[in-house]
């Protein structure tokens, strides 16, 4: 191993100088070189792009994968470059259990074969789960991903790097400063019998240091002022060009510096494409979530449950007051006023989602709200009668939790 006592020791005195920089900016006692204010813009907005892309993409992964032990062992195994072993969802799980529960129950029995229905239906529901979750990885978390631990982290090292620079450009204004008071000094006294000025800072440079000490070694032994005055401006000289090559550098640094925060708007541009290829699979992991349901819904209203039969015996046995006499469901308005609720068969019903009425025989709904339904003969099996305090109208069941 080569060890550089002096490369260290030079690395380890340009960090100390950073640091007091640094500390002395903080506390307003060394001038700081401001950058322009669209350089300053770029920063935050790449801040703030990085802030709230790392919110996004961690929120994400919670609502695709809400269980954090899996989210562990799936950033091992990409760590570890290894593919991650297929996990079955629990959609699927559901349905092996209601199917093997079924072969318990038996297939033939009513509660049997409404396991297997819904058995099938929530695999269907788990295979479409597991597709989204596939899709939203590849073309949502992933740019996410490589924009956080690609260019981001490269946007980072570039800003630090400028800052070290920037440091290094106010030191250098800051030596050239005490080069130029102590030219000064020795202007208005010209008796000056110091070998060189008490505000003199050494140079980082080892080689300037060696310069500095043979050039100061030899005009020592010249007489007079004149010989003084010659180190001083020598040490003013050197510090000017120290300047002039800390600037350039600087300038270097902050135009690729710049080019990278620029490349900001190329970044929110990819983003919005994969948010909407990221909307586009949700939008139709819940078209296929819902078409399965109402499937699902079909199948078991063929079947003789126990809502079925409720929902079907005030239709199977009028009262006798009705007999002869049309259901107001049967014409072909329906006329909501005169529309009664059955002595048996209402159930409590809890609002998913809010809907709007598209007429005045429907009823407007809020999510969460509670509200009474029942079911009228001739009434189409999608729809049922909902009523809320006076208020009373038809209601779609796709927006309904049943309550027992």
Sequence with gaps: ????????????????????????EKLGQAEKTELDAHFENLMSRADCTKHWTEKIFRQTEVLLQPNPSARIE??????????????????????QYMEDAAKEFGSETPYGNTLIKVGECERRLGAAEREFLQTSAISFLTPLRNFLEGDWRTISKERRLLENLRLDLDACKTRLKKAK???????MAPDFQETRPRNYVLSAS?????????????INHSEGCEGKMSVIFFLLFQAEHELRVAQTE??????????LLEGISSTHVNHLRCLNEFVEAQAAYYKQCHFHMQELQKELGRLPNAFALNSTHAMATPGPASEGITSPVETDTLKIEEVQAPATGTRKAKVLYDYDAADSSE????????????????????????????????VPVTYLELLS
């Design 181 to 187: 008071l102590a030219e000064a000094k020795a202007a």
């Design 74 to 95: 799936e950033f091992f195994y990409e760590k570890l470059d290894m593919k991650a072993p297929s996990r079955v969802t629990n959609g699927e799980l559901l349905g």
């Design 1 to 24: 191993m080569d060890f550089n006592v002096k490369k260290l020791a030079s690395g380890a005195g340009l960090f100390f100088t950073r640091a007091v920089q640094f500390t002395e």
């Design 250 to 259: 600087f300038d270097r640094q902050a135009e690729v510096t710049r080019l």
């Design 206 to 218: 080892a080689s300037a240091v060696r310069r500095q000490f043979c050039f100061t070694k030899q």
């Design 363 to 394: 009823l407007s709904l809020l999510a969460d709200e509670l509200i009474t339904v029942y079911t009228v003969p001739g009434m189409d099996s999608d729809w049922l009668i909902g009523e809320r305090g006076n208020q009373k109208g038809k």
